[in-house]
């Protein structure tokens, strides 16, 4: 059975789309045959790494009318150079630039729960699935979230941002509960503390974030003992179009923070990835 995981945040600009990518990659070079879906109206991870080819539909007709084969894209592997991996890196492309499903999704009854019951014909063929989402509340973002078996949040260690996980994630975990009465529970958050940088204020919000997160969410939420740093190595990986844990080999030897990152962050979501 695929593990299906939703990387959401209901701020934007935290760096969903870039973990989503690099953690996608990192599990195809561990062998794994992974699936990125890009359920974000600002399609960034359908464009993240090169296409070997491009399906005729995507995301809209994968929750409206439950295709799965006919929207899966393929990413071209050779270019982003994962080695002799056997794993499999493909993608649902975005294709909703006016917030079309967005509507279709409020205004029908299942619109919400649909989805997750949709990718359970991934089952055989996927061993993960990895749902990148917009960052804003929305029937899209409800739709991704209760697809997901776990959530990952990225938090940078700046106040407003930190705030707005307490409050806003929070808040949409319990406006969904409901949900489980129709077959999709809300899965256990993991926040991600990310663009992590050595000033004592991120060293002291982070502090507050592992304190006071746990309590008001009665262990629905979890703050990972791994932090993504705050380098340019990502940014330059992206340019290039290539998975930071590849790229960082390039420039700084085979002991490079991007791996060693993605590695420690599998070990926690995904131990048994790891082995």
Not at 100 to 111: E, K, S, V
Not at 201 to 213: G, Y
Request: with cysteine.
């Amino acid at each position: 059975m695929a593990i299906k995981l939703c990387v959401c945040s209901t701020k934007g600009g935290v760096g969903k789309t870039t973990l989503t990518a690099n953690l996608g990659a990192y599990l195809a070079g561990l062998g794994q045959r992974v699936l990125l879906i890009d359920a974000d109206v600002q399609p960034t991870l359908s464009s993240y790494y090169p296409l070997a080819s491009i399906s005729d539909k995507a995301l809209t007709a994968l929750i409206t009318d439950g295709e799965t084969g006919s929207t899966v894209s393929t990413i071209d592997l050779s270019s982003i150079e994962l080695g002799e991996s056997e794993g499999a890196l493909d993608i649902v492309l975005s294709d909703d630039p006016d917030g079309a499903l967005q509507n279709w999704i409020l205004h029908t009854p299942d619109g919400r729960v649909r989805l997750r019951h949709i990718l359970s014909e991934y089952d055989d063929i996927y061993d993960v699935v990895l749902l990148d989402t917009q960052g804003a509340v929305g029937p899209l973002q409800d739709a991704a979230v209760l697809s997901a078996d776990l959530l990952l949040s990225p938090i940078p260690p700046e106040i407003l941002s930190a705030r707005e996980f307490a409050r806003g994630t929070l808040g949409m975990i319990d406006r969904l509960k409901p949900m489980a009465a129709l077959g999709a529970p809300v899965g256990p958050l993991r926040g991600l503390l990310y663009r992590m940088d050595r000033t004592a204020d991120a060293r002291t919000i982070a502090r507050e974030l592992r304190r006071e997160t746990y309590e008001p969410s009665k262990g629905q939420i979890t703050i990972l003992e791994t932090t993504v740093p705050a380098t340019v190595a990502y940014r330059e990986s992206a340019t290039r179009q290539i998975p930071v844990h590849c790229w960082e080999p390039r420039r700084n030897g085979p002991t490079a923070s991007g791996a060693e990152t993605m590695r420690a962050l599998t070990g926690e979501l995904l131990p048994h990835l790891e082995g």
